[in-house]
């Protein structure tokens, strides 16, 4: 059996992404909190351009047997980054031989970093960066989409999700993750009502991570 996050091109590129990450308290100590508070999204995606924010090695991990037991087509993720939790998704579509992988970014700085993170990995070929507001450059990507990430900014997760919701495929799995922080409360009441067509769970990985089903 294949895992291609134990092959030592992809290790090498998560280890140091990761050692990157670990110096994001310092950046953001050293960031002017009230300019970051009034901007808008694009504004903020810019000035926390050198910031990882990423899900853990075991949130990813999570996202890779996600991915490997779905066999999704298409895989969405909003909110990229330096393309920590990409790499992860690359990796499972990458062993599972089907499927690809839609990122989505903002920061200018981030796409270019990202994609180059990719290649150096060797799964450029797999994932696609799409640079931009996600709620634009999600908007003509064709379904069905098997698996979502959702990692962008927090109130923008539940209209990402309904953007996406005619595209997605019976029993597709969407992941939140963060969802310890406040913002996310509207977004845990909608999946959580069943109503509304999922079945939802969170497990306790890092801020914590929300994987609801569409049922
Ligand atoms: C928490 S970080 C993502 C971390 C990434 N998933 C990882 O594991 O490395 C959130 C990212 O979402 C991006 N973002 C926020 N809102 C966005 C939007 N509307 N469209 C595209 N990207 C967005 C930000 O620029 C930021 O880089």
């Excluded at 990813?60 to 393309?83: H, I, M």
């Excluded at 209209?159 to 595209?167: A, G, M, Q, S, T």
Aim: glycine share 10%; proline share 4%.
């Amino acid at each position: 059996m294949t895992n291609t996050l134990r092959e030592p091109r992809v290790r090498s590129v998560l280890d140091r992404l990761f050692d990157g990450a670990g110096g994001d308290d310092d950046t953001f100590e050293a960031l002017e909190w009230d300019a970051v508070r009034s901007a808008d999204a694009q504004e903020r995606a810019d000035l926390l351009a050198g910031i990882y924010m990423p899900i853990s090695a075991r949130g990813g991990d999570l996202l890779y047997a996600l991915v490997r037991a779905s066999r999704p087509e298409n895989v969405v993720e909003f909110g990229t980054s330096f393309g920590i939790s990409t790499l992860y998704l690359a990796a499972a579509v990458a062993d599972n031989g089907k499927g690809h992988v839609y990122g989505t970014e903002m920061s200018e700085a981030k796409v270019a970093a990202a994609r180059k993170n990719l290649d150096e990995a060797g799964l450029g070929g797999v994932a696609t960066i799409l640079p931009g507001d996600a709620r634009r450059t999600l908007a003509d990507l064709k379904g069905p989409i098997g698996l979502v990430l959702l990692d962008g900014w927090k109130e923008l997760c539940l209209p990402v999700l309904r953007d996406l919701e005619p595209r997605l495929a019976a029993g597709a799995v969407v992941v939140a993750d963060d969802i310890d922080q406040e913002s996310m409360a509207g977004y845990l009441a909608y999946v959580r009502d069943p109503a509304n067509g999922y079945v939802s769970v969170a497990l306790p990985v890092e801020d914590g991570m929300e994987i609801s089903c569409r049922a």
